[in-house]
Structure formats: structure tokens, C-alpha cells
T-cell receptor
Framework: ETGVTQSPTHLIKTRGQQVTLRCSSQSGHNTVSWYQQALGQGPQFIFQ???????GRGNFPPRFSGLQFPNYSSELNVNALELDDSALYLC??????????????FGPGTRLTVL | AQSVAQPEDQVKVAEGNPLTVKCTYS??????LFWYVQYPNRGLQFLLKYITGDNLVKGSYGFEAEFNKSQTSFHLKKPSALVSDSALYFCAVRDRWNDYKLSFGAGTTVTVRA
């Protein structure tokens, strides 16, 4: 069984740039959630994707967007980067059936630094 | 709205002693509760969950947690801590009627000294 993988591991960008982070879900999972973990804080929910559509969203502006592909992998895109976007971005996959999602399993994260 | 509070930023215990990490939650409906552990520069690793049924939940690596509905708590416990248990622990809650979103506490750093 393959776990959740994320790429790249680290990324350095400058303010105003755009970034794309990638996630491959665990085998057998059909749902991907993205979280932002700022230094010294708990993860904050960004959004979740199921069947290639956004299934729920946290308090993040529209410049945070995502995609889910037919193989259940996902991308997180952030436009117009700000210094406060510097964080560890975590992807989690889970299986949704009967209207309820199972446990979310997390990848190792992508560390984004915005200068 | 749903939220989690972890009242202790740090917990320090000696190896072999019992370990407790506290968590209280707030949710409008019935909760799903989770504990995750994070090692330096790593993602979150699932430890255990409470969905329904027995209030005492057993998980990975000898950890267990007790659900207390009246006190809205879900404390993580380990009878005998190991140095390798030193890590950052997160409690999380999900509302059964708001199924997609996990809300996390700020985390508790556990240090187990030899």
C-alpha cells in the first residue's frame, strides 16, 4: 500500500509569484484535503476535493485554488504569494463513502518559504 | 463552529512514567475525535480515533485515549512513556454533520527524558 506523497519537499518563492504543490493520494482513497500549518501552530483546513470538485472550503481567499485529477491526485495553487503564506502545506487523503469520510492520512508536507 | 483546545504547550515526563496529553473540544453535534503525532520536519501520523461506542480507544504504539462527553474531553494517555515518544501531538475534531473539515488544536510538545 502506497502512502500519501507530496512534491516538492521544499520551495522558495518571492512575493507576488505563483506556486503549485502536488499530492498523490494513498491507494484506495478518493478524497484529498489540503491544510496549511504555520510555524508553531496546528494545521488549518484549506479545502477538500472529491470527484474532482471542491467539497468544502476553509477561511482562505480565492487565490488559493485546487484541482483533483481522475487518478485522485491533487494540486494546490496559490497566486500572488504573500509573506504570510510561508508555511508547511499538508495534503491528506481519505475514502468517502455513504456521505461520510474515513480517517485522513497525511503526507510529509511541502515547506514553502516566501521571501 | 468546531474547535479544539490543548491547554498545555509542553509536557515533560521521565521514561517509564505515565504520559497524559490533554484535549477538550467544542462541536455542535456529535464529534469524531482524532490524535495525530508529528515528528520534526515530517507530516502528521495518525494515532487513534473515536467515532462511537466504547469511550476508551486504543491506538498505535501503546497509546490510548478516553472520550468523556460530559467534560467534552479526549485526553491521550500512555501508561509507560518512551524517549522515542518525544514529539508534537495534535488533537483534532470533526463534526459528523460537517464531515469534510478537521479542526486541530495548537499542539502539545512532549519531551520524555531518559
Amino acid at each position: 500500500e502506497t502512502g500519501v506523497t507530496q512534491s516538492p519537499t521544499h520551495l522558495i518563492k518571492t512575493r507576488g509569484q505563483q506556486v503549485t504543490l502536488r499530492c498523490s493520494s494513498q491507494s484506495g482513497h478518493n478524497t484529498v484535503s489540503w491544510y496549511q500549518q504555520a510555524l508553531g501552530q496546528g494545521p488549518q483546513f484549506i479545502f477538500q476535493y472529491y470527484r474532482e470538485e471542491e467539497n468544502g472550503r476553509g477561511n482562505f481567499p480565492p487565490r488559493f485554488s485546487g484541482l483533483q485529477f481522475p487518478n485522485y491526485s491533487s494540486e494546490l495553487n496559490v497566486n500572488a504569494l504573500e509573506l504570510d503564506d510561508s508555511a508547511l502545506y499538508l495534503c491528506a487523503s481519505s475514502f468517502l463513502a455513504g456521505g461520510s469520510t474515513d480517517t485522513q492520512y497525511f503526507g510529509p508536507g511541502t515547506r514553502l518559504t516566501v521571501l | 463552529a468546531q474547535s479544539v483546545a490543548q491547554p498545555e504547550d509542553q509536557v515533560k515526563v521521565a521514561e517509564g512514567n505515565p504520559l497524559t496529553v490533554k484535549c477538550t473540544y467544542s462541536v455542535s453535534g456529535n464529534p469524531y475525535l482524532f490524535w495525530y503525532v508529528q515528528y520534526p520536519n515530517r507530516g502528521l501520523q495518525f494515532l487513534l480515533k473515536y467515532i462511537t461506542g466504547d469511550n476508551l480507544v486504543k491506538g498505535s504504539y501503546g497509546f490510548e485515549a478516553e472520550f468523556n462527553k460530559s467534560q467534552t474531553s479526549f485526553h491521550l494517555k500512555k501508561p509507560s512513556a518512551l524517549v522515542s515518544d518525544s514529539a508534537l501531538y495534535f488533537c483534532a475534531v470533526r463534526d459528523r454533520w460537517n464531515d469534510y473539515k478537521l479542526s486541530f488544536g495548537a499542539g502539545t510538545t512532549v519531551t520524555v527524558r531518559a
